[in-house]
């Protein structure tokens, strides 16, 4: 069985500021992960992925996330927040293999406001 | 290349109809998927299709439905629409487990 869970359900920041939105998983199978940002009234955009290898993943638009086998954790960061970056993020797990790979578990999700 | 196409955006529909959405997915995807998201339930996952067959099914009514054409084109239905139906219907079509969204189907049922 997979889950995730997204800590903190709004994350506001300042402009310029470090953005860090926090996501913990479970999973019976080493998993594949994923974070997606949604803009309003669009669908899921796929901001980066882990799958097998480097734990240190660099996604598009400045953002990256670390694997974190131990923690069971794939927290993404942003060194410096624009204000084009206001969405929401969604976390989720997979097991990337056979008659599940196309079914995500997503967590709720974090929106994320960003004050100029 | 174009990207996952969803037809309709948006429609209104009554308690007790029916309606049908279709996907279009990525050229040469041949896995579809289907979740519905609500404020109150989030993202769930509906059910996957991968070469015209139910790979995949999520903890859905059998009011919900869906199927694969050999074009890899993807439709789902809900029958007997109530008000908690209402949603934004997202498909996907994914190539070695990477997951690409349309922009979603918003359906109000009134």
């Known amino acids: 069985a997979q889950s995730v869970t997204q800590l903190g359900s709004h994350v506001s920041v300042s402009e310029g500021a470090l953005v860090l939105l926090r996501c913990n998983y479970s999973?019976?199978?080493?998993?594949?992960l994923f974070w997606y940002v949604q803009y309003p009234n669009q669908g899921l955009q796929l901001l980066l992925k882990?799958?097998?290898?480097?734990?240190l993943v660099k996604g598009i638009n400045g953002f990256e996330a670390e694997f974190k086998k131990s923690e069971t954790s794939f927290h993404l960061t942003k060194p410096s927040a624009h204000m084009s970056d206001a969405a929401e993020y969604f976390c989720?797990?997979?097991?990337?293999?056979?008659?599940?790979?196309?079914?995500?578990?997503f967590g709720r999700g974090t929106q994320l406001t960003v004050w100029p | 290349k174009a990207g996952v196409t969803q037809t309709p955006r948006y429609l209104i529909k009554t308690r007790g109809q029916q309606v049908t959405l279709s996907c279009s997915p990525i050229?040469?995807?041949?896995?579809v998927s289907w979740y519905q998201q609500t404020p109150g339930q989030g993202l769930q996952f509906l059910f996957e299709?991968?070469?015209?067959?139910?790979?995949n099914k999520g903890n859905f009514p059998g009011r919900f439905s869906g199927r694969q054409f050999s074009n890899s084109r993807s439709e789902m239905n809900v029958s007997t629409l109530e008000l908690g139906d209402s949603a934004l219907y997202l498909c996907a079509s994914s190539l070695e487990g990477e997951l690409f969204f349309g922009e979603g189907s918003r359906l109000t049922v009134l």
């Open positions: 999973s019976s199978v080493p998993p594949y």
């Open positions: 050229s040469g995807h041949r896995s």
């Open positions: 882990y799958t097998t290898g480097a734990t």
């Open positions: 299709y991968f070469s015209e067959t139910q790979r």
């Open positions: 989720a797990v997979s097991s990337g293999r056979g008659s599940t790979l196309g079914r995500l578990y």
